[in-house]
């Protein structure tokens, strides 16, 4: 079957760095997706990764490894407005649709 | 540039009942997809439009079904409505040919079945 997981929830202070964790099994791999969702909203998109690496994009880093069906997701300097459940998503063997985890609220402490 | 728009924004409705949600694609976007929400969980993939026809199916069951305009806007039309219905359907639009990370989310319909 196919299954990605994630923590269902992490709390974080304000100003520090939390990494949040991906993990999945699928059939095939076109790559993975992460996405942030403030509730009772749509889904935004933060990163994508094809790859093996980090990418960097300001506050947020993403990374894969592909071999270990591992990605993580990095926000640095957290902020308020960061509380959030953050999705990871992978595009499997289908070129149709993407395969979701069932996210990971993010909780940030003052 | 609009953005997808979807509607209405809330709706009630009761068990065994049928509705119809709406969903206008971003502009230049040929390509609709639509997910289920359930709280607490990730969306789950209910179908793809491309071209008017339906391009690929997610594990749901006939009662959902869909449409495409030719002018890509799209419906999804869900009969015998159950309790466990009750969730948040996204709508996405993309381009066929484009990146697949180009996959935008309208704000959803957020359905309650009482």
């Known amino acids: 079957g196919q299954n990605i997981d994630q923590p269902t929830e992490m709390t974080a202070t304000e100003g520090a760095i939390v990494q949040i964790n991906c993990t999945y099994q699928t059939s095939g791999f076109n790559g993975l997706f992460w996405y942030q969702q403030h509730a009772g909203e749509a889904p935004t998109f933060l990163s994508y990764?094809?790859l093996d690496g980090l990418e960097e994009k300001g506050r947020f880093s993403s990374f894969l490894s592909r071999s270990k069906g591992y990605s993580y997701l990095l926000l640095k300097e957290l902020q308020m407005k960061d509380s959030a459940s953050y999705l990871c998503a992978v595009w499997g063997d289908s070129n149709y649709q993407l395969i979701w985890g069932a996210g990971t609220k993010l909780i940030i402490k003052p | 540039d609009a953005g997808v728009t979807q509607s209405p924004t809330h709706l009630i409705k009761t068990r065994g009942q049928q509705v119809t949600l709406r969903c206008s694609p971003k502009s230049g976007h040929d390509t609709v997809s639509w997910y289920q929400q359930a709280l607490g969980q990730g969306p789950q993939f209910i179908f793809q439009?491309?071209?008017?026809?339906?391009?690929q199916r997610g594990n749901f069951p006939d009662r959902f079904s869909g449409h495409q305009f030719p002018n890509y806007s799209s419906e999804l039309n869900v009969n015998a409505l159950l309790l466990g219905d009750s969730a948040l359907y996204l709508c996405a639009s993309s381009l066929d040919q484009g990146n697949p990370y180009e996959q935008y989310f309208g704000p959803g319909t957020r359905l309650t079945v009482t």
């Open positions: 990764n094809v």
């Open positions: 439009y491309y071209e008017e026809e339906e391009r």
